[in-house]
């Protein structure tokens, strides 16, 4: 059963707006969330992540945004470019316990930025 | 900057044949990862490595095997292909397992066609 669930399969944002992609997660021993980007034909890249001891982490046109009572997160991208367009995967991440280490992902979501 | 280099981008086989994937990381990294990306189903965990001949499953780990003789080593092992194993691979490692955003480093990705 899947741990991190990224519901929308897709998203679609004028370039300059606001890119809001979400995640929800059901495990409440997940204490850190990273999010990943990935291009076609490359591997994912690491792009942001928040401890769950925090509710907002910032880098720059990134903002991640953690709920804990709803279990769920949000990465918001502004103002969005064109070169923002990939695939955005969401992961959790359980710092005790005998799976140590391992990322929970979601199924990743495709946003597309058009001029 | 970490790199992790998956020694084949493209392959082609047949079913039934042996195939090998190998990575290969440059930082002294304990914990290598072997994930498959499948449109639609995100990125699912094969089987991942804290150590040296050190293995443990993930979540799909059938008709799959590993070996990590080296510690900047890990192979992935398809005893018979079969078409349903056509996919893209990635292998990624950490750095340890008792740091709190663990952060993965990915390779390339290695497209595995099947026939």
């Known amino acids: 059963d899947q741990q991190v669930k990224q519901n929308s399969p897709s998203l679609s944002v004028q370039e300059g707006r606001i890119s809001i992609l979400n995640c929800d997660y059901t495990?409440?021993?997940?204490?850190?969330f990273l999010w990943y980007k990935k291009y076609p034909a490359e591997g994912p890249t690491f792009l942001i992540s928040?401890?769950?001891?925090?509710d907002k982490n910032e880098d720059g046109r990134f903002t991640v945004f953690l709920n804990k009572s709803a279990k769920h997160l949000s990465l918001h991208i502004v103002p969005s470019q064109p070169g923002d367009s990939a695939v955005y995967f969401c992961a959790a991440l359980k710092s005790r316990g005998s799976t140590l280490g391992r990322l929970y992902f979601g199924r990743g979501t495709q946003l597309t930025v058009w001029p | 900057d970490v790199k992790v280099t998956q020694s084949s981008r493209y392959l082609v086989k047949r079913t039934g044949e042996k195939v090998f994937l190998e990575c290969v990381q440059d930082m002294d990294h304990e914990n290598m990862f072997w994930y498959r990306q499948d449109p639609g189903l995100g990125l699912r965990l094969i089987y991942f490595s804290y150590d040296v001949k050190m293995k443990e499953k993930g979540d799909i780990p059938e008709g799959y095997s590993v070996s990590r003789e080296k510690k900047e080593r890990f192979s992935l092992i398809l005893e018979s292909a079969s078409t349903n194993q056509t996919s893209m691979y990635l292998c990624?490692?950490?750095?340890?397992?008792?740091?709190?955003?663990?952060?993965?480093?990915f390779g390339a990705g290695s497209r595995l066609t099947v026939l």
């Open positions: 928040i401890s769950s001891i925090k």
């Open positions: 990624a490692s950490s750095l340890d397992r008792t740091s709190g955003a663990n952060v993965l480093t």
């Open positions: 495990n409440s021993m997940f204490d850190y």
